[in-house]
C-alpha cells in the first residue's frame, strides 16, 4: 500500500435538515438552490426514509455557515422539513491514499476508530481515500489511533 496521508479539517460545521419530505427532485431543489447561492457542500448524507421524510446531513466550511443555515431556513418549509440544526463540534480526518481499493484499506480505518471508542457521524469515501466526521471531543483520539494503524503515514 502506498503511504497514506492522514489529514485534518477542524474548520467544518455539520449541518442537518430534518425530516425532508422524501420526494422526487428535492436533491436537486436542495443543493441547486444552495449552487446559487455560492454555498458549496462538502459531504453529504441521508438518512432512512420513515413515514416518506428523511434527514439529510452536510458538512459545509466553517466560515459559509451562517450563510448556510440562513438559505436553508428560507427553504425549510418548501422542503417539508421540520428544522434545521448545526454543529460546530464536528471534524474531518481524511485518510488519502493511492490505494483505496486494496482489499482492507476500510475495514482497517473503521477497526481503528472502533478500537479507539470514536463514533463516526458521516463517512465518505473516494477513489483517493476515505474521510471520516467526528465529534472534536474525539479528535487526538482518533488520530492516534490512526497513526497506529498507519504508521507510514504522513499528517498535513
Known sequence: MQNPEIVVDEKVSKITIHRVADRLGIAAELFGRLGEEGLCVGIMTVGDIIDSHTDISI???ADIADSTMKALESMREE????????????V???????????????????RALTAANVRIDMITAMKEGMTC?????????????LRL???EAKES
Not at 474531518?92 to 473503521?110: D, Y
Open 59 to 61: 458538512i459545509v466550511a
Open 79 to 90: 422542503l417539508g422539513a421540520s428544522t434545521v440544526t448545526r454543529s460546530n463540534d464536528a
Open 92 to 110: 474531518a480526518i481524511s485518510v488519502l491514499t493511492k490505494s483505496m481499493h486494496q482489499p482492507g484499506f476500510a475495514g482497517r480505518v473503521f
Open 133 to 145: 466526521v467526528i465529534d472534536e471531543r474525539f479528535q487526538d483520539t482518533a488520530l492516534e489511533a
Open 149 to 151: 494503524e498507519f504508521p
